[in-house]
């Protein structure tokens, strides 16, 4: 991935370091590293551990979790249930989770066979699936992020059957402040 974004940029690289502003070469050196499930960065108080999900076929799917002074925010990544994500999530403060709505996908979907939209959806948590593990995990906040398909009826509905806690669907701008207690500010329209 990173040969491929060397590639992408090279040109835009050569004119910032070489023409333009002539900047050091050394700051136009990528530098990836492989990762797996455990602490991935730890620094100043700040601990992120990643750990697998279950997003079917594709392997390995990492969600991450982010502590700092006592905190903990989980985002699920590309998920469908599982142990694994509800271990890692539990006493968080937040969980920014993916939605899957499949009515909304069997209509937007359509150029896709009955079989292919399953395999898409097998991949994924269903609304009811998704207040299922909220359920389990308690999190002092969750919110959708990552919907599919975008601008789908309303989730909450389904999710309530399955969850009755504090829940919020993400935008894009939207400020989460978490404290003493968690504070949902939505960018103004």
Avoid at 82 to 94: A, C, H, P, Q, V
Wanted: glycine share 8%; charged share 25%.
């Amino acid at each position: 991935m990173l040969k491929g974004l060397e590639q992408a940029y090279a040109f835009d690289v050569h004119m910032r370091r070489d023409v333009d502003e002539q900047i050091p070469a050394q700051g136009a050196v990528l530098m990836g590293k492989d990762i797996g499930e455990g602490v991935v960065y730890e620094n100043n108080g700040v601990k992120v551990t990643a750990f697998l999900v279950d997003h079917g076929p594709v392997k390995p799917a990492l969600g991450f979790r982010v502590d700092y002074q006592g905190h903990a925010v989980v985002l699920s990544g590309d998920t469908r249930p599982s142990e694994n994500l509800i271990k890692f999530s539990r006493g968080t403060d937040l969980l920014v989770h993916e939605v899957f709505d499949p009515e909304a996908y069997r209509e937007v979907g359509n150029s896709l066979t009955p079989e292919q939209r399953k395999r898409v959806q097998d991949h994924h948590s269903t609304p009811e699936e998704a207040g299922k593990v909220f359920t389990k995990v308690a999190p002092r906040l969750a919110v959708y992020s990552h919907i599919a398909p975008p601008d789908v009826p309303d989730v909450l509905p389904h999710t309530r059957k399955t969850y009755s806690g504090p829940l919020e669907v993400g935008e894009d701008l939207m400020t989460i402040e978490i404290g003493e207690q968690v504070r949902v500010q939505r960018p103004s329209h």
